[in-house]
């Protein structure tokens, strides 16, 4: 029997418990049908068509989450964002008392989650071209070690170092923090992430959720040969609109000093990460704090060149920020061979000169990363602000449309092939 013809409905909602709070699923949501508020990302059963184009860039798993219930008591968004674990499955004769016969409830209970949708949306979606699959050479990601549901909840890491790497100024405070977790197996890979606990209660009087923080460090640690990782966080001070915000955790993240503890969890993450092939191609594009994976990647390459492993494949980086001064690592990236990495920054707020974008200076470079484009051993990585998502996308499609190439046979290729991965915020 087809639930579209019953009484229930198969409805997909978010695991609070170990939703890590990364808006991967918001951001990715074709039709809007997924929100949040200070605490839950929720999904709207009124809005939500079962595309599943949410459930697989979820480095967590908590998207894939569903409830049989009756239609017309469908778990309402207010009531979501009150969770903090998911409700239990109603009964069989809960599902009957609701005016559900049998075979609607056998045929629900039985039922996988809903077919993808085979509706494409009508305007231009950059999230669509995201991968959602590795590179196929990149190395084996270890997720989900710790967490509410797995059977260590938190590991506890140590602060070995805690350094600014911005310019002295409150607007753009950005810390770089190393944690070392001693004798606990914490294997990590370039691109992955970890879930931060801040200590405390929310204004609810409920424990903080964990924060997600992507890892600055390359797989063999910030010092290699220890089992450490190294974050880049910036200190938040007003949210998105401008509005006066004292971010919990990296407020919290900022201030530590070395032999401080922090509970972690994680790692987290399965498709964001670099290909093992010597040869291959990393363009990077990236704003701000986005540049934590991009820093992980950079330094792996640089090792494996120092140590005669690395074959010669191309890496380029976007680099976006307001200013010179708010731009983290940039001393350091100064001093990176040419021949090694060919860096591009683009500044939008510098005094008397025009606003510059990481896709303006993609654009300038289209000679360059048009054979990349066509090159199946190119790889695009784009982390930062989501608002910068849709603007590299397009600047991508322009490259290749000004070259003679089809976009949507390009586009198609890069997201099949595990090629262009996009993590926003």
């Known amino acids: 029997m087809d639930l579209a ?17 990364c808006n991967t699923c ?56 009150g969770w903090d674990e998911l409700p239990a499955e109603l009964s069989a004769d809960q599902l009957s008392d609701a005016g559900a016969d049998a075979a609607d409830v056998a045929d629900a209970q039985a039922e996988a989650a809903p077919a993808p949708s085979t509706a494409e949306p009508e305007a231009f979606r950059a ?37 600014r790497v911005t310019e002295v100024g409150k607007e753009y405070d950005t810390h770089h923090v190393v944690l070392d ?11 992955q992430s970890i879930g931060v606990l801040p200590p405390g209660v929310d204004a609810n009087g409920k424990p903080h959720h964990a924060r997600q923080y ?39 993240m900022c201030d530590l000093k070395v032999g401080d503890t922090v509970e972690v969890i994680g790692p987290f993450g399965q498709s964001f990460l670099m290909p093992n092939h010597p040869k291959s191609h990393v363009v990077m594009i990236c704003t701000g704090t986005g540049s934590a994976p991009m820093r992980a990647m950079t330094e792996w390459r640089r090792r494996l060149r120092q140590s005669g492993k690395f074959e010669g494949g191309k890496l380029m980086l976007f680099f976006g920020a307001r200013t010179k001064a708010e731009l983290p690592y940039f001393g350091p990236l100064q001093n990176l061979p040419k021949d090694f990495i ?3 920054f683009a500044f939008s707020r510098e005094g008397g000169k025009p606003k510059r974008y990481v896709q303006d200076a993609m654009r300038e470079r289209a000679a360059d990363l048009v054979p990349l484009l066509k090159d199946p051993n190119a790889y695009f990585y784009v982390c930062g602000l989501k608002a910068m998502e849709e603007g590299v996308v397009l600047a991508l499609r322009d490259v290749a449309a000004e070259a003679g190439l089809d976009w949507d046979n390009v586009g198609a290729a890069l997201k099949a092939e595990g090629r262009l991965h996009l993590e926003t915020y």
């Not at 797995?150 to 070995?160: H, I, Q, Y």
């Open 5 to 21: 013809d019953s009484k229930l409905l198969k409805q997909h909602v978010i695991d609070p418990e170990i939703c890590i709070r």
């Open 214 to 252: 992507s890892i600055a460090s390359p797989r063999n640690g910030e010092r290699p040969g220890y089992n450490n990782v190294s974050l880049t966080i910036k200190r938040v001070l007003e949210d998105h609109q401008g509005n006066p915000v004292r971010g919990v955790a990296s407020n919290f």
């Open 26 to 81: 918001e951001a990715t949501c074709p039709v809007g049908a997924i929100t949040h508020d200070s605490r839950n990302y929720v999904v709207d059963a009124e809005k939500c068509n079962f595309c599943m184009a949410c459930v697989p860039p979820c480095p967590t798993g908590s998207i894939d989450s569903w409830r049989v219930v009756p239609k017309a008591r469908a778990y309402s968004l207010d009531e979501q964002l």
């Open 127 to 163: 999230a669509a071209y995201g991968a959602t699959v590795p590179p196929w050479s990149a190395a084996h990601p270890y997720v989900n070690l710790y967490g509410p549901k797995a059977a260590k909840k938190s590991v506890t890491a140590t602060v070995v170092g805690n350094v």
């Open 342 to 344: 060919d860096i591009n």
């Open 181 to 191: 977790f001693g004798a606990m197996p914490f294997p990590v890979l370039e691109g």
